[in-house]
């Protein structure tokens, strides 16, 4: 159980792009999913906390008009990156806590996905 | 901002013997957690161990904290060429909802 996807794994665009990237729990339901951003050989970053129902909290120095996100259902949080440039090349991640497991601050992880920006 | 730093940066050891990776931290924290990422892909959950806690065991692995210290370390016994990956400890702040903040990893190579 608690299993996270995310699509696409891997993406590559022009410059100028947007890119779409979902986060899905498969199966279970969480109320908050976070989303990271990893360049090579670095740890993971928070770049956002999604609220399903509601604006997503940006970390400090992270552009919320160009890393849209948002938390449609209790099982889905998107981040969209507007007008990509080569710079926003890296790994996304996402994660998602259990609604029901808040206690422990239990998140899983998804697999991650590669935008490449040409 | 990362608040963990992890030493060493990178790691290499033949198989069969034990890895032991450090991490420290700044703030209060709840709990940690330490996560192992393969080379291009997501991040498996390890262990967590809770502030109230000293030392956790989870099969080949061993954990301990020290909160005076802000202090944690991650040991694997009797490594195997399998677990060469990125380690990476988790905090997460008692003055924060959930974020888990990453430190900064330790590459671990198990020489066959």
């Known amino acids: 159980g608690a299993v996270v996807s995310q699509h696409p794994s891997w993406v590559i665009c022009k410059s100028g792009t947007s890119v779409k990237i979902e986060c899905r729990s498969l199966?279970?339901?969480?109320?908050?999913m976070f989303w990271y951003r990893q360049f090579p050989k670095q740890s993971l970053m928070l770049m956002a906390t999604?609220?399903?129902?509601?604006?997503?909290?940006?970390e400090q120095g992270v552009e919320k008009d160009k890393f849209l996100i948002n938390h449609a259902s209790l099982t889905l949080s998107t981040l969209t990156v507007t007008s990509a440039h080569p710079e926003d090349s890296s790994f996304y991640i996402c994660?998602?806590?259990?609604?029901?497991?808040?206690?422990?601050?239990?998140?899983?992880f998804g697999p991650g996905t590669r935008l490449t920006v040409l | 901002s990362q608040q963990g730093e992890e030493d060493p940066q990178a790691l290499s050891i033949q198989e069969g013997e034990n890895a032991t990776m450090n991490c420290s931290y700044k703030?209060?924290?709840?709990?940690l957690q330490w996560y192992r990422q393969n080379s291009g892909r997501g991040l498996v959950h390890l262990i967590l161990?809770?502030?109230?806690?000293r030392e956790k065991h989870s099969g080949r692995l061993r954990v301990t904290l020290d909160t005076s210290k802000k202090s944690s370390s991650l040991l694997i016994t009797a490594s195997r060429a399998a677990d060469t990956a990125s380690y990476f400890c988790?905090?997460?702040?008692?003055?924060?909802?959930?974020?888990?903040?990453f430190g900064s990893g330790t590459r671990l190579l198990v020489r066959p």
């Open positions: 994660s998602a806590q259990p609604a029901d497991r808040l206690s422990y601050n239990e998140q899983f």
């Open positions: 703030t209060s924290i709840n709990n």
């Open positions: 999604s609220n399903e129902g509601s604006k997503a909290t940006y």
């Open positions: 199966d279970f339901q969480a109320t908050t």
């Open positions: 161990i809770r502030s109230n806690e």
């Open positions: 988790a905090t997460d702040r008692m003055d924060s909802s959930y974020k888990l903040i």
